[in-house]
């Protein structure tokens, strides 16, 4: 069996599997943090892999970039490949003014631009949120590694370019950071009756115009993708 985005067979996908929005970041996990880990797809170049961490099966899948991507891949992977929890690790734009350059957001809720939820035709907003489950064991997990984390609600953005201009309104509303990926990821989750999380690190605070380096960006990754793959230890 393989899907119109994904080639892998039944059974290719762990049950839980973390989705960076770089491919390559998802090939970087595989190679270093996974034990026998195996390539299940090449299609379009946006590579997956199944592996153990400390023993538990665990695969990695790039989502690419925004909801439209991340709502194809997420919705393979609950509804024919069985995954039960998708847990994305990206990075975000830092708006509130306590959330610095590296830091770690967990998303427990996506606000969005997007109107993704129109699909569902209810009559009224519908309002992503993070599994609980999976969001206890992330803040359990970053206790456990003295890692300080931010826990709220995120923007989901369509547009990486915003004409509007408009941070400083969800900032009001104390959104900590932005992304592009989560509220399609959570919203498949919830209608497919599975789990999502996302946590993401810090890369640019676009309102006080600062930006990581490269250098920066790896290590902070690597924290965030121990925590990821901590959490996943825990479920
Ligand atoms: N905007 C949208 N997505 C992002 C940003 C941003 O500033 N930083 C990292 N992902």
Known sequence: ???PHLEGSKGDYAPVVLMPGDPLRAQFIAENFLVGARQVNSVRGMLGYTGTY???PVSVQGSGMGQPS?????YELYNFYDVQSIIRIGTAGGIT?????RDIILASGACTNSNFADQYRLPGTFA???SFRLLR???ESAEALGQRVHIGNILSSDTFYDDADS???WKKMHVLGIEMESAALYMNAARAGREA???CTVSDCPLRQESTTSDERQTGFTDMMELALETVTKL
């Open 1 to 3: 069996m393989s899907t």
């Open 54 to 56: 400390k023993g538990v």
């Open 70 to 74: 991340i709502g194809i891949y997420s």
């Open 97 to 101: 003014d306590e959330v610095k350059l």
């Open 128 to 130: 992503p949120v993070a």
């Open 137 to 139: 064991a992330a803040a």
């Open 167 to 169: 941070l400083a309104d």
């Open 197 to 199: 999380l996302c946590i």
